[in-house]
């Protein structure tokens, strides 16, 4: 009963690199989404889908993109690595789609540090 | 637009306290509220829900009732435990909208 799966669990970057933060729900579940967490400022939605083909942007969606090929995997990648995405990174699942509801899944995070 | 407003902690509160974690919203419609808690090095996790205004979510011994007249879901548990310390967050349905969180320690 995985749940919400998300890898890896700690990355360095440095400025300027790209890379992946993978996510993947076990639920079949049709929304998901990424959230950044930082103190002081809570979580904050940078993009989210509400099924495979399907993205949108979210509060701060600047210098990361997403796809969702499939209704499992919804991965986030940044392009260019700035310190300001230095965070922690929050996946999330839901059964509804319009999240009147149902509540949110998390995965357990990613903590991104950019040198 | 819609928004959460969180009561600012860090809340430190000895054990066998009561606590109050308030929480006021802004929305359009009729919102579901929901509290969430996340312990330390986890992601978050549901604590409780209500749908409707004048539910009452509980879970754990922690309550929280849909105040629509005063916008409220103000957080509440008789007696807190150490295994309670965590981060709190109050959220709205949609595009769920969380408040800053308010961390609770609590010692023995």
């Known amino acids: 009963n995985a749940g919400v799966t998300q890898t890896p669990k700690f990355q360095v970057l440095k400025t300027g690199q790209s890379m992946t933060l993978q996510c993947a729900q076990d639920?079949?579940?049709?929304?998901m989404s990424w959230y950044r967490q930082d103190p002081g400022m809570g979580l904050r939605l940078i993009h989210y889908s509400v099924g495979a083909g399907i993205t949108d942007q979210g509060e701060v969606p600047n210098g990361y993109n997403v796809s969702r090929s499939t209704t499992e995997d919804f991965p986030l990648r940044l392009l260019s690595a700035a310190p300001s995405q230095t965070s922690v990174y929050f996946c999330?699942?839901?059964?509804?789609?319009?999240?009147?509801?149902?509540?949110?899944?998390f995965g357990n995070g990613t903590r991104l540090t950019v040198t | 637009g819609d928004s959460v407003t969180q009561m600012e902690g860090p809340v430190t509160l000895s054990e066998e306290a009561f606590l109050t974690i308030n929480c006021t919203y802004t929305?359009?419609?009729?919102?579901?509220l929901f509290w969430y808690v996340q312990y330390p090095g986890e992601g978050l996790q549901l604590l409780l829900k209500?749908?409707?205004?004048?539910d009452k979510g509980s879970n754990k011994g922690f309550e929280a009732t849909y105040r629509k007249e005063t916008t409220s879901f103000h957080l509440e548990k008789g007696s807190v435990q150490v295994s309670d310390s965590a981060v709190y967050f109050c959220a709205l349905s949609g595009q769920f909208y969380f408040g800053t969180g308010t961390s609770l320690t609590v010692i023995p």
């Open positions: 999330a699942s839901s059964y509804d789609k319009v999240l009147k509801n149902s509540p949110l899944h």
């Open positions: 929305a359009t419609g009729y919102p579901s």
């Open positions: 639920m079949n579940h049709e929304y």
């Open positions: 209500a749908t409707k205004a004048d």
